[in-house]
């Protein structure tokens, strides 16, 4: 695989497996942590998808400034070296069982992802640059995703571990270890990177830092703060005060970039006009995609048919059915303390006994209950984020050949197009998740996992079609003097797409009818290919004329 690519991609691609490996270990019990009603936060479905929203959100937010600062000041192993560092800090704290250092927590991850992710990105396309590995570019990235997933995958393994058998902590360290393995793999490899790591001098007309800040970056805090404590009829004017903070806070970055592009010289307009087309419609990608650790967890957790046999400790946990008195508090799993679900047991129409039942088998039928004294295994709701980076590594190498093949019948389609496939097969994935609520009769019975495999497998394609070709247009559209800026504007898509998932998986609990939640998400998903595809003619007009594809 490494042979006919630059030798610094192997180091790259192991930097950002284990710093993944860190970030999706931590993001895929985070929501659970947070409804931990014992050695968690107690918050419930709508509380904790918020913050989750928001703190994934802003996790790809800081992008914008990092980038920014690595082009003009830090340079990029600089900036990807010190984003690793803050990570980790910030995993390692995060167990500790503390309001105040889960925000002092969130906040190192958001700042250190804000330098680590932007520039490890920009600068594997700086390696690419050259004449002799431009054509392999898109298979670079490719390549490179597929580490990603590699370390979301085996992720979730140690986490369900440690925190059955040690605890939420262990986890969390565990996270931390990962990221800082990942930062000395970088240092490892600086050799191969070293001379693509410039530098971008100011040119006429560009924005100094000191002037972005008092512009941009300060006017979005002040912004932040204003949609925070402005008041609508509930209390807030969108979600919730971090849903307002937030999306006030997006609103002189965006302004930003649309004075970047009214700005921009002749040549370079209509390129900075594409890519900044393609941002907006992917927004809606990611706010179905990163469903995956909220609403689609809790579909995992709640409606998912989870019994397996198997010894207690390889990821499993028991759900022992007694009749101990109502105060009890049952343990579901090792992720939640749930409090008491009662189901009445009938014989020939008439109560006999009321039992108290772990909330899992709240949609189990009568006749498949355990029975009293009784225990059931069942695999930890969190494992299922691991469906999805599996399937990625399953694909990738299909995904990757396909492109190849097309290639050399000089059939390739282009980068847009390539964005465009990815957004209409990602809604088709959706209709996967219908089919599985119908199954299920709406949630009054479990469903095989089958339908959770499924439909992260349909995504998985489009996605592969979509997040890794977004990386590589903005390698080859951007201009050099602010490549980092422009990876920054992709993931500030990312974020407020993040923001959007949030949303709306804390509305989860209002649709009585889930198919209605599925439908509205393939509407908005559909609705945005669809946008794309009217696009595309001009999009493959700009890329022709900037001479890539």
């Known amino acids: 695989m490494w042979k006919k690519h630059p030798k610094a991609l192997p180091f790259l691609f192991f930097s950002e497996m284990w710093e993944r490996f860190g970030y999706y270990l931590m993001i895929g019990i985070f929501t659970l942590y947070l409804k931990d009603s014992v050695d968690g936060f107690n918050m419930d479905e709508k509380d904790s998808a918020s913050l989750y929203g928001t703190f994934i959100a802003l996790v790809f937010f800081t992008p914008f400034l990092g980038g920014l600062i690595a082009d003009r000041y830090l340079g990029y192993r600089r900036s990807i070296i010190l984003g690793g560092l803050l990570m980790g800090a910030g995993y390692c704290t995060m167990g500790i069982h503390s309001e105040m250092m889960l925000y002092i927590s969130m906040a190192l991850v958001i700042i250190g992802n804000g330098f680590f992710k932007p520039n490890i990105s920009t600068l594997l396309g700086n390696v690419y640059s050259t004449p002799q590995h431009m054509h392999q570019k898109d298979e670079g990235y490719n390549i490179f995703y597929m580490g990603i997933n590699i370390g979301a995958f085996i992720c979730n393994f140690f986490g369900a571990a440690l925190y059955t058998m040690i605890g939420w902590g262990a986890a969390f360290a565990a996270a931390g270890v990962g990221m800082f393995i990942g930062v000395i793999t970088f240092i490892v490899g600086t050799k191969h990177y070293k001379e693509y790591d410039v530098r971008k001098p100011l040119k006429p007309g560009d924005m100094p830092l000191w002037q972005i800040l008092a512009l941009v970056i300060l006017p979005s805090i002040l912004f932040g703060v204003i949609g925070w404590f402005i008041k609508g009829n509930d209390g807030y004017i969108f979600d919730s005060n971090s849903t307002d903070a937030f999306i006030f806070a997006c609103i002189p970055v965006l302004v930003f970039y649309t004075v970047l592009l009214i700005r921009s010289s002749k040549d370079e307009r209509p390129a900075m006009g594409a890519m900044l087309s393609i941002f907006a419609v992917v927004i809606l990608f990611w706010a179905i995609f990163k469903q995956n650790g909220s609403a689609l967890n809790t579909w995992a957790s709640r409606y998912t048919d989870r019994e397996v046999s198997g010894v207690i400790g390889d990821g499993l946990h028991a759900l022992k059915q007694t009749d101990k008195p109502v105060n009890t508090t049952y343990k579901l799993d090792s992720v939640t303390k749930l409090d008491n ?121 489009g996605e592969l079609f979509l997040s890794p070709m977004g990386l590589s247009l903005v390698s080859k559209l951007s201009p050099v003097r602010i490549t980092s800026l422009m990876m920054g504007g992709w993931f500030l898509s990312t974020s407020i797409g993040n923001k959007l998932s949030g949303i709306l998986a804390s509305k989860w609990d209002e649709y009585d009818d889930k198919t209605s939640y599925f439908w509205l998400n393939f509407i908005l998903l559909g609705a945005a290919a669809l946008f794309l595809f009217l696009l595309l003619k001009w999009l493959n007009k700009v890329m022709k004329e900037k001479g890539v594809n």
């Open 341 to 461: 679900q009662f189901r009445k047991i009938r014989e020939n129409g008439k109560e006999v006994k009321e039992w108290g039942y772990p909330s899992y088998f709240k949609n189990v039928v009568p006749e498949k209950l355990p029975k009293e004294g009784e225990t059931v295994k069942a695999w930890l709701p969190s494992l299922s984020q691991s469906i999805n980076p599996f399937w990625v590594i399953v694909l990738t190498p299909l995904v990757v050949a396909f492109f190849t093949w097309l290639r050399r019948k000089g059939k390739e389609p282009s980068t847009p197009t390539k964005i465009a496939f990815g957004l209409l097969i990602s809604a088709l994935s959706v209709l996967v998740m219908v089919a599985a609520v119908k199954a299920g009769n709406n949630g009054t019975e479990k469903v095989s996992v089958w339908w959770l495999i499924g439909s992260y497998g349909v995504i998985t394609i």
